[in-house]
């Protein structure tokens, strides 16, 4: 009679899942890079035809914007992703040293967020051979500015498709955990006195409440190793997180893909030199929002480069984690050339005003200012203060 009543009551759980099975299969079709690119080009193509036809607005601004819910889930997003790197035999050990330095030091970087900390078996080469040295390598400098700037190609902009899915789900299911937890605690001692637990009609869960998110942690890892079933991986779930349980069935699929990009940001040729890039243009201060002019410059450097690729626009906001990503391809010769004199006349514009020289000799400049400021005056005294200091 029991064995009836966990059926049932497991039949029952299925039943109220009505999005489990459409989202399994729409899910999987969503998360591959064809679908992914396939999204932002028909946003690119409605903004030209709005262009085209007069109704749109300015040829630049992101195509997409996506928020990150808490930058505190990127240590549980990185420690998914490495502990199914770890096990993949086919991904040299220098390779594998690659990504876990990206997962938990350049993403957490460019997002100003804390760094997670490598273990001692992540400093070592997982194929049993020496330690590679990276003093003498330079790094990513994160910069002060309000937001990081990548210019990436397809690779770059899948991965952080896919890493940001990944974040969001794990938050939906830690922000439900939560709320199990501080709603369901007063009667769970109740649930111990029922008469079904009683009678052994129900099992009494063996995991406590408080303890949901850090086991669901712990069966995805089981998932991908293949020791738990798919099926009840997915009836636990349900058990635990109830019609929100949906958005876990894919999660093993979701961590293989980014397994995947993140093999081919350290492997393929063009996403080296694109990180390189990255690594050269922060030391100049490119990726920071500060320097204008020296972001045009990182701007002609990454379409020369990506020529014979898409290339993305991929701002970073530090302070509220917000992804803003704009589809470069597409602009013909004369537009492209046209956008480029623009950033480059307004980072001119722009840097004039922060020479003590030119602030002091041009009196046509004093007055615009006065009638039509682009600076606080403030800041220009500020500025000039400042250069007098140094001087």
Same mark, same amino acid.
Request: net charge negative; hydrophobic share 40%; with cysteine.
């Given at each position: ?257 980014? &397994?995947?990009? %993140?093999? !081919? /940001? ?5 996403? +080296? @030199? ?99 400021? &682009?600076?606080? %005056?403030? !800041? /220009? ?5 400042? +250069? @007098?200091?140094?001087?």
């Amino acid at each position: 009679f029991r064995s009836c009543f966990e059926q049932l009551e497991k039949y029952y759980l299925k039943s109220l899942d009505h999005q489990g099975i459409n989202f399994k299969t729409t899910d999987h079709k969503a998360m591959r890079a064809k679908s992914l690119l396939g999204e932002i080009e028909t946003l690119f193509d409605d903004r030209q035809e709005q262009i085209a036809d007069g109704t749109g607005g300015d040829v630049s601004g992101p195509h997409l914007t996506l928020l990150y819910p808490d930058k505190m889930i990127f240590d549980d997003a990185a420690g998914l992703i490495v502990h199914h790197l770890k096990r993949q035999t086919g991904i040299h050990g220098d390779d594998k040293r690659k990504i876990k330095e990206f997962m938990f030091h350049s993403v957490p970087d460019l997002f100003a967020a804390r760094r997670g900390e490598l273990s001692d078996d992540e400093d070592e080469d997982d194929d049993g051979g020496d330690v590679v040295e990276t003093e003498g390598k330079q790094q990513f400098q994160p910069g002060p500015g309000s937001y990081s700037l990548i210019f990436g190609n397809n690779t770059y902009y899948v991965f952080l498709r896919l890493h940001h899915t990944l974040c969001e789900r794990l938050f939906r299911i830690y922000r439900q955990a939560v709320t199990i937890a501080e709603t369901e605690a007063p009667y769970r001692q109740m649930e111990k006195d029922s008469t079904a637990v009683a009678l052994r009609l129900r099992a009494l869960t063996e995991i406590d409440i408080e303890e949901y998110y850090p086991a669901f942690l712990d069966m995805v890892k089981n998932l991908l190793d293949g020791n738990m079933d798919p099926g009840l991986f997915e009836d636990t779930c349900r058990e635990m997180f109830g019609v929100h349980a949906y958005i876990a069935f894919t999660m093993d699929k979701l961590i293989q893909n980014i &397994v995947r990009q %993140l093999h !081919n /940001l350290v492997t393929d040729e063009i996403c +080296m @030199k694109v990180f390189d890039m990255l690594v050269d243009e922060s030391v100049a201060l490119a990726t920071t929002g500060n320097v204008p002019a020296a972001e045009a410059a990182y701007q002609k450097r990454a379409e020369q480069m990506l020529a014979e690729d898409n290339c993305f626009k991929i701002v970073i906001r530090k302070r509220s984690g917000k992804l803003e990503i704009e589809f470069m391809e597409g602009l013909d010769d004369e537009r492209a050339s046209a956008h480029s004199a623009d950033v480059e006349k307004w980072a001119n514009y722009v840097e004039k005003y922060f020479i003590e020289e030119q602030i002091e000799s041009s009196e046509k400049v004093k007055i615009r200012m006065m009638k039509r400021p &682009v600076l606080l %005056l403030r !800041n /220009l005294r500020w500025k000039k203060s400042r +250069m @007098k200091m140094k001087m």
